[in-house]
Nanobody, 126 residues
């Protein structure tokens, strides 16, 4: 079992920045690919970004490329999402996810992730 706890969400003006953190407890953190999904009101959850166990391989949705950066610190059992140049359309609940996998692989579908955090709200005002 892995428990994921997100933090760092909040209200920010358009053009601003936020950094989300996801602290993991339980089984060996470095055995997991990690990711962030988001869900806006009335919309489906979508994958924003993912990272493999070592941090050597990452994925970004087109809508956030060049603005968001995912990183991880396996010594601290934490994954981060640095969000810059935020837009009102980035407003959503952001969920940290984990999947027990290795190598360069990271899942891209919600059903592939075994563990989910409770979510943290990000609101970007115009």
């Amino acid at each position: 079992q892995v428990q994921l706890v997100e933090s760092g969400g909040g209200l920010v003006q358009a053009g601003g920045s936020l950094r989300l953190s996801c602290a993991a407890s339980g089984r060996a953190f470095s055995s997991y690919a990690m990711g962030w999904f988001r869900q806006a009101p009335g919309k489906e959850r979508v994958l924003v970004t993912a990272i493999n166990w070592s941090g050597s391989n990452t994925y970004y949705a087109d809508s956030v490329k060049g603005r968001f950066t995912i990183s991880r610190d396996n010594a601290k059992n934490t994954v981060y999402l640095q969000m810059n140049s935020l837009k009102p359309e980035d407003t959503a609940v952001y969920y940290c996810v984990a999947d027990y996998t290795s190598g360069s692989y990271y899942p891209t579908r919600a059903y592939e992730y075994d563990y989910w955090g409770q979510g943290t709200q990000v609101t970007v005002s115009s």
